[in-house]
């Protein structure tokens, strides 16, 4: 707060001359009132001692001192004078000044009077005395602003003329402690012309504060200040007033830039968090926005573009962190759904033409209709050509048909950016509570991360991928819990998440009974050390697929988790021409080290299905390897299994297949590949046949004979010890899948045969 003295304030005494003291405005150059017929100095007082006596000739009577008395941001002062009437007639007497600015200008616009006293009694002293400022504050009469370096001040007699009064010596004294709290270290916005009335455009007076400051903390005290463009606040600043800015402007506070600092700014929580949001895109200063540990509520979905309002790209890396989004009852949470007829062709895989009602169909929108794969939504949308462009190609679509578009309300909405990366958030819990869905993630975009967040109870989706913003997306140490959880499995919707780009990693996350856990296409995701159930209290209780894989080769890793009540299910729905052509078919997928557990399940359950949607499709690179399969209250016939509904796998081509040190518990059907079956042949024989039916996953034939190991010794006929002469032939049987071994003459015996479904090379 700026400040000054009195011996720098006060005009001089009348008896030191009246030179310097104006019957004018008090500029340079106007008439003084030395030597002026209505003006004389008096000496000898009784009340005054030496002092002015003025007569009342004009309308306005003015008295100015024609010093340039200083005014300083943050500095008020009082001017004050003892008067009384001598004699005629009575007038009223007021405070005057004349506001100077830069180069003798004067500063227009200000209230130069103050209220007049009446002087109502001869002889009677009267003591008329105004403050004056650069902040409309409390008692500040003339609130001058910042514009205002100096005034001319003094007095103005008003009303009827004639009358004589005597003036004691104008008085000017520094009354700034008077404004000032106990706290010396505080800058005021009012103090720098801001008005808080909601309408006046404080902007300037913010910014003018924050300069003074200079280490200080601003105070924005109580008021609504409006402010009409970006303001930056080099200084910490405490709200005890709030403010209202248009959506474009920007408000950074660069010293205490966290979320409480912007709800105190703001008041209402919802605007608090995306004009912080829209900061920490703005500026550099941080990188991250913490919430501070509070809970916001959010009674409608947040479009995170909208609130940047200036970006619709951003790749520098951008954290929100420590806090909570709860979601309360709104009518915005209410999901959209338009029922549109369109064509498809799959020349164009991922775009639906002719779309009637196009116009009505938000960006975000799920697709649901005949051969439209799980979790394909509307990435784009051009009304002008009645357009729209899909997350995924339709596997079985082609032609005109109705679709249903459901565009679900997510709680952090980032659709409308075309391009996001390196964005994070951290230690926060969406509370979503049956209301809304979590977070959908921008149209593109790479390493989106998710740590240590709660996902509790959405309504729809936990998280969403429209297009490619979940490319190299990052799922760490979360939790995602379902609102369905006391429903029966079969009659659960929701989905905790979806990708359609490649190398996402899931890892330490725990996952609670969703319909799915994760659709996902693209390649080279990795998924470590989670837990995924989706059992529900039913006895011999349905089983849906927790993990969807989408893309055949799909150059993923499951190593170390807890599959629990649901099946990791592989598939190509996402492929315009399913039929297995030109391409790697069902591949390069490794589970290793897993517990997959069931319990109360139906005996026809499986842990891992095969769901080819076009024909000619084969294995070609699978290693399941050191998991654990067990079953409770219930045995399940087998792991595995090739869901034949649509397509059937051609087992003659399966290549390079691993199925081995595994353990099976509650399990009718063990499986190897290689696998291994013991033969006792007790009558003399020649053809020897070895039944491997059952053992061979994905029942697959016995294509390949690794080895025949000799148990003990052979006989002939008479029992006499022989050391024949074998060869084998594979794909006996029916089904494909005994071995008979040749002698090559009768004999008996036992044998070790290895036998695997697939050509290892």
């Known amino acids: 707060m700026a400040s000054t003295t009195s011996a720098q304030l006060m005009p001089p005494p009348f008896e030191d001359g009246l030179a310097v003291y104006s019957s004018g405005d008090g500029t340079p150059g106007s008439a003084t009132y030395d030597g002026a017929a209505n003006a004389a100095l008096v000496t000898g007082d009784q009340d005054f001692g030496s002092c002015l006596e003025m007569q009342k000739t004009q309308a306005v009577q003015k008295l100015r001192y024609m010093g340039e008395t200083p005014l300083l941001p943050g500095c008020y002062l009082k001017i004050s004078a003892r008067v009384k009437a001598v004699s005629g007639n009575l007038p009223n007497v007021r405070v005057a000044g004349w506001a100077g600015g830069s180069g003798g200008a004067h500063v227009t616009g200000l209230t130069e009077v103050a209220t007049a006293t009446t002087l109502d009694t001869y002889g009677k002293v009267v003591t008329v005395e105004a403050i004056v400022g650069s902040g409309a504050r409390t008692g500040v009469e003339l609130a001058w602003g910042i514009e205002t370096l100096y005034g001319h001040f003094g007095l103005d007699l008003t009303g009827p003329d004639g009358g004589l009064v005597r003036i004691d010596d104008l008085i000017v004294e520094d009354v700034t402690q008077s404004f000032l709290r106990e706290m010396m270290d505080i800058v005021d916005v009012r103090d720098y012309g801001a008005r808080g009335d909601g309408t006046t455009d404080d902007s300037a007076a913010f910014e003018a504060a924050d300069l003074a400051a200079a280490g200080r903390t601003v105070l924005v005290s109580d008021g609504v200040f409006r402010l009409e463009s970006s303001v930056t606040f080099d200084s910490r600043v405490r709200f005890q007033g709030t403010l209202s800015m248009p959506d474009s402007a920007v408000l950074s506070l660069t010293r205490n830039f966290d979320l409480p600092a912007y709800i105190d700014a703001f008041g209402s929580e919802q605007l608090a968090f995306r004009k912080a949001f829209q900061a920490l895109l703005n500026f550099s200063d941080h990188e991250s926005l913490d919430l501070g540990g509070r ?112 565009r679900f309300k997510y709680m952090l909405d980032f659709t409308g950016f075309e391009y996001l990366a390196k964005f994070s958030i951290e230690d926060v819990e969406f509370q979503l509570d049956g209301k809304a869905s979590g977070i959908a993630l921008a149209r593109d975009g790479v390493t989106f991360h998710l740590r240590d967040c709660f996902i509790t109870k959405p309504a729809d989706r936990g998280i969403t991928s429209i297009g490619r913003g979940c490319q190299g997306m990052l799922i760490d140490q979360c939790n995602m819990i379902s609102s369905e959880q006391a429903l029966r499995v079969q009659d659960r919707r929701t989905v905790a998440m979806n990708t359609n780009a490649n190398d996402v990693k899931v890892r330490d996350s725990r996952i609670v009974k969703f319909k799915h856990f994760a659709v996902m296409n693209g390649g080279s995701h990795l998924f470590v050390g989670n837990h995924w159930f989706q059992g529900d209290d039913e006895s011999g209780g349905t089983r849906t697929a927790g993990l969807v894989l989408t893309q055949p080769n799909c150059s993923t890793v499951i190593t170390g988790n807890y599959i629990d009540n649901n099946a990791i299910e592989w ?53 399941i390897r050191g998991n654990t399969f067990k079953a409770i209250n219930g045995n399940l016939d087998r792991p595995e299994m090739v869901d034949e509904s649509i397509a059937t796998l051609d087992r003659s081509r399966f290549r390079n297949i691993v199925v081995e040190a595994n353990t099976f518990n509650g399990i009718d059907q063990i499986i190897g590949n290689p696998t291994i079956q013991y033969h006792e042949q007790n009558t003399a024989s020649d053809a020897w046949t070895v039944d491997f039916s059952g053992y061979l996953p994905f029942d697959g034939s016995a294509r390949t004979v690794q080895s025949v190991v000799r148990h ?17 032939n594979t794909q006996q049987g029916a089904n494909g899948d005994q071995v008979r071994v040749n002698w090559s003459q009768p004999v008996t015996g036992k044998v070790w045969v290895t036998a695997r479904c697939d050509n290892p090379n």
Request: glycine share 12%.
């Open 571 to 623: 598939t190509n729905e996402h492929d315009s021409a399913p039929e297995h052509s030109a391409e790697f078919s069902f591949g390069a997928l490794t589970l290793t080290g897993n517990n997959f557990y069931s319990l109360n399940s139906g005996s026809w359950f499986r842990w891992l299905i095969i769901k080819p949607h076009g024909g000619g499709h084969y294995i070609h690179g699978l290693t």
């Open 295 to 406: 809970r916001i509520d959010v009674d409608g979905p947040i479009d995170m573009q909208a609130a940047v309002n200036d970006k619709t790209s951003w790749a520098i890396r951008r954290v929100i962190r420590n806090g909570q989004l709860n979601a309360v009852a709104g009518s915005g949470w209410t999901p959209d759904q338009v029922v549109a007829q369109a064509s498809y062709a799959t020349s164009a895989n991922t775009t639906l033409s002719n779309v009637s009602n196009v116009a009505g169909i938000a960006v975000g929108s799920l697709v649901e209709g005949a051969g439209v794969g799980r979790e394909v939504y509307v990435r784009d949308r051009n009304v002008a050509a009645g357009t729209l462009t899909l997350s995924q190609p339709l596997h079985a679509a082609a032609g005109t048909q109705s679709y249903t578009f459901t």
């Open 712 to 728: 003990n010794s052979f006989r002939d006929a008479g029992g006499g010890r022989v050391f024949p002469g074998w060869d084998v």
